[in-house]
């Protein structure tokens, strides 16, 4: 097909069924999605022609909607930009911290491994743990989500997050606080690990890039905020405090839910006389109230299916051998840099500043280039395809890559360390960007299974992190930093193979394997 063949529109509306009473209803989503994710994602409303017949398109009549709304106000689809943003501000709050509260551990291992008379690498343990569950926590996430609703999940873990938090400041022993953070893990992320879930619902298919940087910025960030915040605090005064302002920041993501929360789950392919209409926003908070028709066993299976699927496996990857290195380098920076330049812990929280700008920059440049891509190849092609979004990884993959291999030698031969600050921003810059091209391409192909793509993501990441955290120390004090972070950088290098992979046969892969199959 040609760039100006026009385009024969399915329309919602071409796609009857029969309710019980025999009468017909329109799908009014989901075929467009479907057709999409195969064929490409047709948006300019031009090239339907005189044909476009019921779809409804933006307010300016120039991109058509995917997925189309249906007619119902309890469509999230139709909720007012404020109610949108609302819920994405909220999301993105909570997504952004159980990275804050685990990335803390990288700073007060060193007081903690003191008031405890035990190792610094025994201390970590906490911090492996964590990170272990925060994958773990996440597969739960979103096969709860689909069993009861989106929102008394998130309010009920992050409940959980908050008493578990309460339990890392007051923990009297190394044990007890081991198992208070790796408990915490499993809780606190339930809106990172949900994320897609939520933005999918609520946002058309155009929107999605953009929404998704957003979201992913607060992911990025949070693991440079809350080493940042650590180091400060515990210049002053002691470690314990470090864990009570995560906790009391859990409590506001607690209140923020129960005063802006509103469940996003929409039964969008029910017949019209079979979609509830919700009657209470409390009682959809605590559970009692839900419109999810998915079975236990439904519900379980979903992130087992999605995982057999090639392209998403491949993308796991690709991100546990990119994600690994951010974890590991921000894991062990604090400790390389007091014994290396004799930081105290101000100069460590104000090293943390350089990651810090990395995240923005990146946040900035990507909200930006990820449109600016898509919509170049749509004006090329007539369409998007959803590898079309892993071009821009070729970029991420250069900047981590020189990244950690600059740093390793920066931090061997002992420049300064405004050099070394220099290119732990550069390492994030390019997973910022590597992560809003992940997300959209597997929601872009398997809109379906937003949550579970996530979910998968998410794994990724952590057993990345929980990785390179055991590796991470023993390795560079028995080789120095040049060598190990020079085998980093050529692992990093070399996982950009996976999105040229994607590129050439991942849609073919995708067409052959088919859309996610729940059972109903």
């Keep these: 097909m040609g760039p100006d063949t026009p385009i024969s529109p399915t329309s919602p509306a071409d796609t009857l069924y029969s309710d019980e009473k025999g009468q017909p209803f ?22 339907h022609g005189s044909d476009i017949g019921d779809l409804k398109t933006t307010e300016d009549g120039k991109t058509v909607l995917i997925p189309q709304p249906t007619d119902s106000p309890d469509d999230p689809l139709n909720w007012s930009t404020r109610k949108k943003h609302t819920i994405l501000f909220l999301i993105s709050a909570i997504a952004f911290l159980p990275d804050f509260g685990s990335s803390m551990g990288a700073v007060t291992l060193i007081p903690q491994s003191k008031y405890w008379d035990l190792p610094e690498a025994i201390v970590q343990h906490n911090l492996v743990g964590n990170l272990f569950c925060l994958g773990a926590g996440g597969l ?10 989106r929102l008394p999940v998130l309010f009920y873990f992050q409940i959980l997050a908050f008493v578990t938090s309460i339990w890392c400041a007051v923990a009297v022993s190394f044990e007890s606080f081991l198992a208070a953070r790796i408990v915490n893990g499993f809780f606190a992320i339930v809106a990172q690990a949900g994320g897609l879930m939520w933005i999918k619902d609520i946002f058309f298919f155009h929107e999605h890039p953009r929404k998704i940087n957003i979201w992913s910025g607060g992911v990025i960030l949070s693991p440079y905020l809350g080493p940042l915040t650590a180091a400060f605090i515990t210049w002053r005064t002691t470690w314990r405090w470090a ?16 005063l802006l929360g509103e469940e996003s ?9 079979k979609r509830r209409s919700w009657n209470s926003r409390l009682l959809r908070l605590v559970g009692f109230e839900k419109h999810t028709t998915a079975s236990a066993l439904t519900a379980v299976a979903r ?3 999605a ?34 330049y004799g930081f105290k812990p101000w100069n460590l929280g104000l090293f943390y500043f350089a990651p810090i700008v990395g995240s923005i920059l990146g946040e900035l440049v990507g909200h930006f280039l990820h449109d600016a891509v898509g919509s170049f190849y749509a004006r090329r092609r007539g369409r998007i395809d959803a590898e079309v979004r892993l071009i821009l990884c070729y970029l991420a993959s250069v900047l981590m890559g020189v990244g950690v291999l600059v740093l390793g030698f920066a931090l061997q031969h002992r420049w300064h360390y405004m050099a070394v600050a220099v290119f732990a921003a550069m390492q994030v810059v390019g997973i910022m960007i590597a992560t809003t091209a992940v997300n959209a391409y597997l929601l872009d192909s398997y809109p379906e299974g937003s949550g579970e793509v996530c979910a998968w993501i998410n794994v990724g990441r ?14 560079i004090q028995e080789h120095g930093t040049a060598a190990p972070l020079g085998i980093q950088a050529g692992i990093t290098f070399a996982a950009s193979v996976i999105p040229i992979f994607l590129q050439v046969f991942g849609k073919r892969i995708r067409q052959w394997q088919g859309e996610m199959k729940f059972p109903s």
């Design 26 to 47: 329109a799908i009014q989503s989901g075929l467009e999605e479907r057709i999409g994710a195969n064929e490409g994602y047709v948006l300019d409303a031009g090239r």
């Design 140 to 149: 739960f996430t979103v096969a709860l989500s689909h069993y009861f609703g």
């Design 243 to 258: 864990y009570w302002v995560y906790t009391m920041l859990n409590g506001v993501g607690i209140i923020l839910i129960v």
């Design 265 to 273: 789950y929409f039964a969008r392919d029910a017949p019209p006389n």
């Design 303 to 305: 992130p087992a299916i």
């Design 307 to 340: 995982i057999s699927k090639i392209p998403v496996l491949m993308v796991v990857i690709y991100y546990f051998l990119n994600f690994a290195w951010i974890i590991g380098v921000n894991a062990t920076i604090s400790t390389w840099l007091t014994e290396f």
């Design 462 to 475: 952590t057993m990345g992190g929980f990785m390179a955290t055991y590796i991470e120390i023993p390795w």
